[in-house]
């Protein structure tokens, strides 16, 4: 099995939510002597072409009525301001040391893949996989709208929101995904990150059934770093994600790479259930990254392992409880 990243797998599958960036005591000193020319220039550089994208964002839905802001955006709001925002996306990673974005394989069009699910999710870097997939409609939590620039960008790139508080708001959520993905290229593409959280990389977590829902053909995207320090990944416990930006914008350059995988069109019984063919995409993908496919998830901040009917935290003393457990069938 291949190799990806770093991480091979193994029988007893390693904590997915710790991460710490290990570094030779060679590395930090020149993380340091870099970090304290290029930290403050990149961040710079990158807030200026960040903070451009906000009137433009604005401007795509300016003088529309509520009724044409629900459907796709057309026109020169459409092309125009989506060829400035992609400029302005891309020259933000670049400055943040993302020089070259290497792809493999062809992303499918609208038709071929209503939506693409990219894993293993890491950080919110991640979001330089916009750059090659043309902006792809993302999902978003709701209380990111209110956020300066991002809550603009969200508007403009017309994704679905959900307040994870709020069963009534997932409902509707789920019923706009299963919409957009079933309407045969009226929407956009849409972009997303099954595990619904972000890991050390070291596995893949259990898929969340949402890309899944509508039993449309997806396609896989496989998204990694492969760099000498593993400086881009944000998780539960460990690096923070000041930690992460730091460390990332103080390499001379951070390498990315996205592969797409071929379109995976769901049998009819994978249709019917969306775990099941949740399932089965995971364990696709984590073949092709050569990592485990696992039971792991997170629910509400506290990151479990499901066993039957039962949630078992991942910390001690659960580790030990399902030690016992299987032991006891």
Known sequence: MEKRDGHAATADYPHPFIHRVKMTTAQRVKGIILGSVLFPLRMTLAAVFFLLMWPLALLRSAGL?????????????????????????????????????????????LKEAPVLVVAPHSGFMDMV????????????????????????????????????????????????????????????QMLMFPEGTTTNGTVLMKFKPGAFLAGVPIQP??????????????????????????????????????????????????????????????????RSLGLPATDYVMEGRVPVRKLGGLSLPVEPPAKAALALLRRDG
Request: glycine share 4%; charged share 25%.
């Open 65 to 109: 009525s509520q009724e044409e802001r629900s459907r796709p955006i057309v026109g020169w709001r459409r092309w125009l301001l989506h060829v400035l925002i992609w400029s302005l996306n891309r020259a933000v990673f670049f400055c943040l040391g993302f020089v070259w974005i290497e792809v493999k394989g062809r992303r499918a069009d």
């Open 129 to 188: 996989v916009l750059t090659p997939t043309q902006l792809a409609t993302v999902v978003s939590r709701s209380e990111n709208l209110s956020l300066p620039v991002i809550g603009a960008l969200l508007e403009f790139n017309q994704s679905v929101v959900v307040s994870r508080k709020d069963p009534e708001s997932r409902k509707k959520a789920v019923a706009e995904i299963k919409e957009r993905l079933t309407s045969n290229g009226y929407w956009p």
């Open 221 to 286: 995207v496989l998204l990694f770093y492969p760099n000498t320090l593993d400086t881009t990944r944000w998780t539960y416990k460990g690096t923070t994600w000041v930690e992460a930006l730091w460390h990332t914008t103080s390499q001379v350059y951070t390498k990315v790479t996205v592969e797409y995988l071929p379109v995976y069109t769901p049998s009819q019984e994978e249709k019917d259930d969306p775990n099941l063919y949740a399932d089965n995409v995971q364990k696709l993908m984590a």
